[in-house]
Structure formats: structure tokens, C-alpha cells
């Protein structure tokens, strides 16, 4: 199965799975007064709406290269990732504000079979945690990891409202605001994980070199091409699920221009075979007698 089908699918899955959960929270927390619940419900809500985002920046971004978009569509998905980043934001402060509220505001206990609701919940959202991220690896799309944190945001949610239910059933009386506070402390889990969705997403759309790893499986790849002496420069640059990648490989240079054409083509096109998830790939040809002594050349 292709990487976009694979990513599509899987934000199909987040999509009805934080559809389902909403209604399930929702109606148990209204149902059994606990307002942990009700404040889970709406942060599944916000996933809802997120899971939908991600499936419509994951389509967007396998649109055909144009004119205006010489290397494709991709850029999308950070921007994407952005826009989750600030739902979850958005829901967290309104979380926090509506618990802030109930604490000031006696009210009853949260009924003791939320917990069992809840116990179900966490199980299912660190598998969907589980199966999001493993394929967002597979994949190497940063929305479908913002999509994962999700499932994982939602989780601390449900573990922190699990604990505040359980405080106020088994304390009894002057103990019903604890999932109360539960939730508020389940905000500054959300917050903390809207930082680690943020950080790389940013650094995907400025470009930063982050990408160590590829790099040297890149340098590796390129000297098993025959006529390559080595390499020098190579700069890498996401966009969607593909790495962009700019290198400088070291050839003889008594060959003439056009074997040095025909050697960036054959190099170019080992590293696509190679490597699957790179996208376009730009060689710059340099004369061995640039070439730098290390382990990516043929001087000692």
C-alpha cells in the first residue's frame, strides 16, 4: 500500500474513532455529573474537527507538482499542524476556565460506573495512539504525529479525569470538585504536548537541518555509485512525507561535462531507489581536487 493511502486510511480511523468517543464522553459525563468527562468530550470534539483538517492537508499535499509548486504540495501538512496545535490550545483554555468555575460551584459527586467508561477510554486511545504514530513513521508525515499526540493528549485527559472521579467516589464529601481539578491539571499535559506537535512542525517549515540520520544514509548510498569518489554538502528539507535533498558529489575530474551529467542522473536516481521517501534530488558535481579527507571519500 502507497504512503498517501496508508496516511489517508489512518486519518479515517482517528476520524471515527474521536467521533464515536465524543458521544460516549459526552453522554456519560452529563449522565453521571462528572464534568472531567464532559471536558474530554470536548477535547474529542476538537480532535473530531482536527482528524478532519489532517485528512484534508494529507490530500492536498499529494497534489501533482505545478508551475507555482515545483516541489509539490507538501508544506501543507506543517501548516496543518499548526492550525491543530492551536485547537488544542483553544480547548485546553476553555477546559481550564469551565474547571476553575466548577470549583467555585458546589456540586455532587461524579457517579462511581464513570470510571469503567473511562478505564475503556484510556485503553482505546493509547492503542490509537499506538497504530497513529507507528504510522506516521511509516509514512514520515508530521500532521498524522500531530494527529498521534491527539490520541495521546486525549488519553492524559481520560487518566487525569479517572483519578479525579476516583478521589471524589472513594473520599465522599468535600472531595466532589476532584475531577474538577483533575481536569485543569489535565490542561497542562495538553499544553506541554502542543509544544512537542509545534516545535518540529516549525522546524520542518524553516527548513532546519534535523535530519542527521538521512544524511548519513544519503552519503552512504551515494558511494556505492559507481564513478562517485565521494561526498561533500548535502542539505535536506522536508515537505509532506518527502525529503527534498541538495548534495554535492565528488567525481574525477578529468571526465568530461556531459559523463558528469549523466553520473548526477544515475546518482540521483539510486537515491530515490534507495531510499523511498526522498523526493527530488539536485546534485552538484564537484573535481576531485576538492575532495575532503573522512569517511565519505576515497582519501585515507
Same mark, same amino acid.
Given at each position: 500500500?502507497?504512503?498517501?493511502? @496508508?496516511?489517508?486510511? @489512518?486519518? *479515517? /480511523?482517528? %476520524?471515527?474513532?474521536?467521533? %464515536? ?6 453522554? $456519560? +459525563?452529563?449522565?453521571? =455529573? ?13 480532535? /473530531? ?6 485528512? !484534508?492537508? !494529507? ?8 508551475? =507555482?509548486?515545483?516541489? +509539490? ?8 499542524? /499548526? ?18 468555575? =466548577?470549583?467555585?460551584? &458546589?456540586?455532587?459527586? &461524579? ?17 490509537? *495512539? ?6 506516521? #513513521? ?17 488519553? /492524559? @485527559? ?7 472521579? $476516583? %478521589?471524589?467516589?472513594?473520599? +465522599? ?18 499544553? *506541554? =504536548? ?5 516545535? &518540529? ?22 558511494? @556505492?555509485?559507481? +564513478?562517485?569518489?565521494?561526498?561533500? #554538502?548535502? *542539505? ?13 558529489? %565528488? ?41 575532503? #579527507?573522512? &569517511? ?5
Amino acid at each position: 500500500m502507497s504512503r498517501k493511502k @496508508t496516511a489517508v486510511r @489512518t486519518a *479515517y /480511523f482517528s %476520524i471515527a474513532g474521536n467521533l %464515536i468517543l465524543a458521544w460516549v464522553k459526552g453522554i $456519560s +459525563g452529563i449522565l453521571g =455529573n462528572s464534568f472531567a468527562l464532559v471536558a474530554d468530550a470536548i477535547e474529542s470534539t476538537s480532535d /473530531f474537527f482536527s482528524s478532519l483538517l489532517v485528512l !484534508l492537508g !494529507l490530500r492536498y499535499s499529494h497534489k501533482d507538482a505545478d508551475d =507555482n509548486h515545483p516541489y +509539490g504540495h507538501g508544506r501543507i501538512e506543517p501548516l496543518i499542524t /499548526f492550525i491543530i496545535v492551536a485547537i488544542l490550545v483553544m480547548s485546553a483554555t476553555f477546559i481550564a476556565w469551565e474547571s476553575i468555575q =466548577n470549583i467555585k460551584t &458546589p456540586h455532587e459527586s &461524579p457517579a462511581p460506573w464513570t470510571l469503567w467508561i473511562l478505564g475503556i477510554i484510556i485503553l482505546w486511545k493509547e492503542i490509537s *495512539y499506538q497504530i497513529v504514530i507507528r504510522k506516521s #513513521k511509516q509514512t514520515h508525515s508530521s500532521a498524522l504525529k500531530a494527529d498521534a499526540w491527539h490520541h495521546r493528549s486525549d488519553a /492524559f @485527559t481520560s487518566i487525569a479525569a479517572f483519578i479525579g472521579i $476516583s %478521589i471524589a467516589v472513594l473520599l +465522599g464529601e468535600g472531595y466532589e470538585a476532584a475531577d474538577d481539578w483533575a481536569a485543569l491539571l489535565a490542561c497542562v499535559a495538553i499544553l *506541554y =504536548n502542543c509544544y512537542r506537535i509545534f516545535r &518540529p512542525a516549525l522546524g520542518e517549515l524553516m527548513d532546519e537541518q534535523l535530519y542527521d540520520d538521512l544524511v548519513e544514509e544519503v552519503r552512504r548510498v551515494s558511494l @556505492t555509485v559507481k +564513478g562517485v569518489l565521494g561526498t561533500e #554538502k548535502c *542539505y535536506i528539507r522536508k515537505s509532506g512525507m518527502y525529503y527534498h535533498v541538495d548534495l554535492h558529489a %565528488i567525481v574525477d575530474g578529468r571526465i568530461s561535462v556531459s559523463d558528469g551529467h549523466h553520473l548526477a542522473h544515475i546518482l540521483a536516481d539510486t537515491l530515490r531507489e534507495e531510499i523511498p521517501q526522498i523526493g527530488n534530488v539536485l546534485v552538484h558535481v564537484e573535481p576531485d581536487k576538492y575532495l575532503p #579527507k573522512g &569517511p565519505y571519500s576515497l582519501i585515507g
